[in-house]
Nanobody, 111 residues
Framework: QVQLVESGGGLVQAGGSLRLSCIAS????????MGWYRQAPGKERELVAD???????NYADSVKGRFTISRGNAKSTVYLQMNALKPEDTAVYYC?????WGKGTLVTVSS
């Protein structure tokens, strides 16, 4: 059974930082591309960043230069370091692997 469990969300002031983590089980983690998505209230879910099994990364234009995705294959964990957070980054952040999704972690950025 595949499980993706996110953690690290919370309330932060604008300009602050958070680090999200997603622990994966039930998949051969090192062989899988992983992604972070987010969904703000009233909006569709959107890609934030993804990382291939080889470590190549891709970012949404809105987060380039502020967010960094990385992976720790030994711990079957994908990370999202979020710096210089803005109120518009407020959303539920979801971890993704193929068609599998975590339950999400809420990030709230106050102005």
């Amino acid at each position: 059974q595949v499980q993706l469990v996110e953690s690290g969300g919370g309330l932060v002031q604008a300009g602050g930082s958070l680090r999200l983590s997603c622990i994966a089980s039930g998949i051969i983690f090192r062989l899988n591309a992983m992604g972070w998505y987010r969904q703000a209230p009233g909006k569709e879910r959107e890609l934030v960043a993804d990382i291939t099994s080889g470590g190549s990364t891709n970012y949404a234009d809105s987060v380039k230069g502020r967010f960094t995705i990385s992976r720790g294959n030994a711990k079957s964990t994908v990370y999202l370091q979020m710096n210089a957070l803005k109120p518009e980054d407020t959303a539920v952040y979801y971890c993704n692997a193929h068609h599998y999704w975590g339950k999400g972690t809420l990030v709230t950025v106050s102005s």
